[in-house]
Every structure is written in C-alpha cells, then in structure tokens.
C-alpha cells in the first residue's frame, strides 16, 4: 500500500487569555492511499484542531510543537507541512491535494454566491482549466452525488437547498478538484438518520470510486463502525488507541474506548444497563498529569496512572494502545 | 386509569406573512395528533427534523398555537382543559408543567449564580414563603440532580455540558412539577455523560412518580429511556406502541425505515432493509393521501390519495398506513 500522509509528534497549544492551553498532545499517527481512518472523540479530544493542522486552518493564536511533522506523499514528491508559509504555497493543502467537508454545510457555503458559482471558483484557482469546462465538471459532479437537476441546482443559493442537499453539494465541491486526501469533519451531525445512511453510502462509493485517502471524524462510532477501515480513538489531545476497526470495536483495549462502547444505547440489546464513564470532561485548563484519562479510568493501576504519560503498546495485529495496563507488552507502532 | 395528558386530532399551524396579492400559507406543523400520556410514565416522542415533535411538546405547554383539537390535563388534584386554561389556573399549571431545554449553553443565564437559576422558578411563581425556604428547596432539588453545595456558588460557564444539563434539570424540577417535557435534552451532550443523564432523568421520575414527554431524533435513546414510543412524520401520529413492542416489530414502513438507517456497531453487518429515497416534504405543502408516500417503497395509487388513520393493530399498538396488514 502507498503512503500517503504521516504525522509525527503533532502537538498543538493555543494562546487565550486565561493562558497557554493544550488541544492536540504528541500525537502521531498515518494513512494509506484508498483507506479510511476514523477518528473518534468527544468535545474537546482534539480531533477537530488535528484535522485542521492538515491544512494549516487553526486560528493566529495556535502554537504548533516544535516537533510536530505532517508530511504529505504526493506523486510529485513529499510536502512538508509545517513548513508551508505564503497562500501560494498552502494551496496545495487547500483545497489541492486536500479537500474538507464540515459539518454544518450552511456555514461552508457564502450565502450571497451561487452554489456553482463557488464550485467554478475552486476549480479556476487550483487548475488551469476554462470557465466552461469548470462549469461542466460541476455540474457533472452535483450529478454524481445524487442531486437531481443538477443544472437548475447549479445555479441555485445554499439557502435554497435542504440540509441533506446541501452536503451533497459540499461533497461534490470537496471532491471537483480530485483530492488525495479528503478530510470530512462531523459530515453527517447535522443531518436526519435517514439522510445520514444516504449520505455514508454516497461516500463509501465515491472512496472505491476515487481512491482517495480519507479522515472521517465523529463522535459517533456507528458512524465509524460504517465507513472507517481504521480508528483512532481520542481523548484531551491524545490518541489513546488505534488498530482495525472491527478488533478496535469488538475487543476495545483502553478503559476509555471501553467506556465509550458501555455508554452506548445499543438497540440490539435493550436490557443493557447504560454505564456512564463517570466525572466530566476536564477543562483544558485542567490538563490531568500522567496519563489524561486517570481522572474518569475505573481501571485505574495507581501512582502510575497519576505520574507517569503512558507510552503505546501492541494489543494485537495493528493495533496499540497508550494505557498503563499493558506496560508488560512491547512497544507498539503507532 | 386516567391519563395525565390527552389530545385529541391537535393541531397546530403557523401562518406565514406573505405578500399582499399573495395566498395566504400556512406551516401545519401539528395534524389531528391524538395521545394519552398516562401518570407515572416515560412517554417518547421520536421523529426527524420537521416532523413537529417539538412542536406538540410546546402545543401542551401552552406555548404554540393550537387551532384545532382537544388538550386535558389531568394529574388527579386538578384537571385543565389546556386550551381554554387562563388565569391563576395557567400560573398553577406553569409549577405543574415543564420543559427541559437541548442546550444547556443557551439555556442557563451567564449573570446569575446557579444558586439563583434553579431558585428563579420558585421566586418568580411565588412558591415559597421566605428566603430559607427557597434555598431549602434549591438544595433539596441540587442534591437529587447531583449537585453539590459548591457548586451553587458559582456561574455556569464554570459548568461542562453535563454538570449544565443537570443544572437545568434541577430548574425544571424545583417546582416539584408533575409533567415534564423533555426537548432532545440529551442530543448536545457527549456520550459518556448522555448515559449519566439518562440513568439521572431515569432516576428522577421513578422517585419522584413524575411523567415525562421525551423528545428525541435519536431511537437508541428513546429504546433505552422509553416506555411507551410514538412515531411522527410530517406533523402526524405514524405508530404508537409500547417500547419493546415497537423496537422489536415495528409495523409502519417509516418506523422501520429509521431503525435500519440507524448505522450498526457491527462493522460486517450491512443493512438489510431499504432505504429510504429523498427528504422530508414541506409541511407548508404537505403531500395529499398518506404525508410518506413520496418516499414509501410501497405507496400505490390508493396511498396517494387516501389519508390512513391511525388503527389498532394489536393493544396498545397503532400504526397509520393502508398496507400494513400486507405488508406484514
């Protein structure tokens, strides 16, 4: 399988003023061409800042570690990320090699462009194309994610499309420039259960269909359980387990991805009493020492757990986990 | 026994302004909803955006307007009539009658204490007799929602999402209410800590005999809390069942269109049954015949003609569609 992004050591801090917090913690982690890694985490894991560093899109107050490397393996050669600096330069990261879908799509779309006017837009910058063949390969695109009329859509203001169109619309327009690496943030939160199994199944195909790289992000895991073949499961900036999908869900290693799959209502089971992961999510300001998820583990070993950052363990084929309890295992991969 | 809420064919409907010249429109957002919420219970409303569950969980509250239909309230010590309720009868049905908000962020005020957010109710509906009373109660309700003394002290944007949902439970229940409707009171929560206010709510109207309209888009939620579920679409009633009952065999074509769009924990189990095709239509314009049949898999003819009523298929358990019985 061919490379496609690496990301070494990612650690992303910003400045407020209530102090220097910490978003994004040492984290590394790949993917392949044509796979699909989910990542999962609640408000504030972190999963969204990681997501954007990719693209260099967080806010002026973001700090990135002086070790953090996110290289992108393209057929032209390897970028190196961090070191992009001029909009010239960064384009390849956005909206080039990398595409984004968000979640609420009324938010991604400018409200006073037509929907096709801002598609033609995108592809204008990051090709030499003519406006007529841009237009062409919109309206192509809008058919392709299942828009009827795509034409009269084409035309249309995001304001005059349903929340399940809209995406449709943003996903077409995400995939237009022919990504490498497509990053879809919360892409089906917003939308009805019955639109979302539409929306899953659009993007399952275009994957086999463009082979592209994806990074699915949510805080659903049958969402992930659906359309991730890898997961990473994140907690206050950290990643603290990632392997296969399936082993990941069915056999979870950490007392946190545990605790996420307890407290699941789970419909194939109605009598499962639903176990909370007891406490609240710390404040970023309140930063757990050792290892972030000692504060809420009901597995917790002891000092160790308090003291001391836990380093990854192999628990299977790909698979890894940052938990104390395997501090008997070899080191793992990830 | 006789029940805490009944409705019959409520509906609900929003003009719209429009032009001068221009026809008149309408958003019917509720259509001929008839329900009994009996005492005591944990009664589930599910449906997608724009379905009108909210809305009918306000129409009880007296907080939309309700053009058609009959509304009671009747908790044994007093019954209302809901539409024609006015006067010290509405103010005593505000204590015994209220809501639960989605948003813990948006619902707490940020320039008062938590002491003074739970107390609010109390002061403003004149509950209580002295300032000792009222922190009595506070803390009495604080306790129970799992808050603690401390906590009372200090503003809610010291709070996370669950310690906030749990504060606004508290302001909800201060009154010592006996109906309580609950709009998607957990859907901006994270999982770990929707379970805990599940498990807390869950608690709560068990101790307190409390009976609670649950309003949620999310069927695992409504399996897992509910005890008896009603299915809305478009502003209509589609299924009624008891929990189980209609988790286990839902007989409506939407019912079971929502359970298999639920995305499956298990990786290796693809859906089986069909999807559904296009959105839900405008309830400005809604469809003639049955409001699904645009997006039935087994709308005929007569389907898109003929408004199906709701029918009892077995006790307890209703469906509204013309094609249930083949469709077994």
């Not at chain 1, 497509?182 to 009805?192: N, V, Y």
């Not at chain 1, 609240?280 to 000092?303: A, M, N, Q, W, Y």
């Not at chain 2, 999402?161 to 201060?174: D, E, K, N, T, W």
């Not at chain 2, 998607?184 to 929560?189: G, Q």
């Amino acid at each position: 399988m061919t490379r496609l992004l690496t990301v070494e050591n990612l650690t992303v801090q910003f400045d407020t003023t209530e102090g220097r917090i910490t978003a994004v913690d040492d984290v590394s982690f790949s993917l392949d061409r044509g796979r699909v890694l989910g990542v999962v985490g609640e408000s504030g894991s972190g999963k969204s800042v990681t997501a954007k560093a990719l693209m260099k899109l967080n806010p002026g107050n973001a700090v990135y570690g002086g070790q953090s490397k996110i290289t992108l393996h393209l057929d032209g050669g390897e970028v190196d990320v961090m070191a992009l600096r001029k909009a010239r330069d960064l384009r390849i990261v956005r909206g080039g090699a990398i595409s984004m879908i968000f979640q609420e799509p009324m938010a991604s779309f400018a409200p006073a462009l037509t929907v096709g006017s801002q598609m033609v837009e995108q592809l204008l910058i990051h090709s030499d194309m003519s406006k007529k063949r841009a237009r062409e390969i919109s309206i192509e695109m809008l058919d392709r994610v299942g828009i009827p009329d795509p034409v009269r859509r084409f035309g249309q203001y995001a304001f005059e499309l349903s929340g399940g169109m809209r995406q449709r619309a943003m996903i077409a327009m995400a995939l237009s420039t022919h990504p490498k690496l497509l990053i879809a943030d919360e892409p089906t939160t917003a939308l009805d259960v019955t639109i979302q199994a539409q929306v899953i199944d659009l993007m399952k195909e275009l994957v086999a269909e463009f082979h592209m790289g994806i990074i699915f992000i949510t805080h659903d895991l049958g969402v992930i359980a659906q359309t991730a073949d890898d997961i990473a499961v994140m907690y206050l900036g950290k990643i603290v387990e990632t392997g296969p999908v399936r082993q990941v869900i069915r056999a979870p290693a950490h007392p946190y991805t545990r605790g996420l799959l307890a407290a699941l209502p789970r419909l194939d089971d109605l009598d499962a009493p639903l176990t909370p992961i007891p406490g609240d999510i710390p404040s970023p300001l309140e930063r757990p020492e050792g290892c972030v998820f000692h504060t809420r583990c009901g597995e917790i070993i002891g000092d160790v757990c308090r003291g001391q950052v836990p380093c990854f363990h192999a628990v299977g084929e790909g698979r890894a986990a940052a938990c104390h309890l395997y501090d008997h295992n070899g080191e793992g991969s990830a | 026994m006789t029940p805490l809420i009944r409705t019959r064919n409520l509906s609900v409907h929003f003009p719209l302004r429009t032009g001068l010249l221009g026809k008149k429109k309408v958003v019917h957002a509720v259509e001929n909803v008839s329900v009994d919420i009996a005492p005591g219970s944990f009664f589930g409303l599910v449906g997608e955006s724009g379905s009108g569950k909210t809305t009918f969980g306000r129409a009880l509250l007296r907080a939309a307007p309700v053009v058609a239909g009959r509304a009671h309230y009747d908790d044994g010590e007093v019954a209302y009539d809901l539409r024609a309720i006015d006067g010290e009868d509405l103010k005593d049905y505000r204590s015994r009658a209220q809501m639960i908000f989605q948003d813990p962020y948006a619902a707490l005020s940020p320039r008062m204490t938590v002491r003074d957010i739970i107390a609010e109710p109390l002061e403003v509906m004149k509950l209580t007799s002295s300032r000792a009373e009222t922190d009595e109660r506070v803390r009495e309700i604080a306790a129970r929602c799992r808050l603690n003394l401390e906590h009372l002290r200090r503003y809610p944007h010291a709070f996370s999402g669950g310690q906030r949902q749990r504060i606004s439970i508290a302001r909800a229940l201060v009154s010592k209410p006996r109906f309580v409707v609950a709009d998607e009171a957990v859907a901006a929560l994270d999982v770990s800590i929707q379970a805990d206010v599940l498990n807390l709510l869950r608690d709560i109207q068990r101790d307190m005999g409390l009976t609670f309209l649950f309003i949620s888009h999310d069927l695992s939620v409504i399996a897992h809390t509910c005890d008896f579920v009603a299915v809305m679409y478009l502003g209509r009633l589609v299924e009624t069942a008891p929990a189980r009952q209609l988790f286990a065999a839902p007989l409506h074509p939407y019912t079971r269109a929502l359970l298999s769009a639920i995305p499956s924990l298990d990786p290796d189990e693809t859906r089986k049954a069909q999807k559904l095709q296009g959105e839900i239509p405008s309830p400005i314009d809604p469809p003639p015949g049955c409001k699904f049949h645009t997006r039935c898999p087994f709308a005929t003819d007569m389907c898109r003609e003929t408004e199906p009523e709701l029918e009892e298929a077995e006790s307890g358990h209703q469906v509204a569609c013309l094609r249930w019985k083949e469709l077994g």
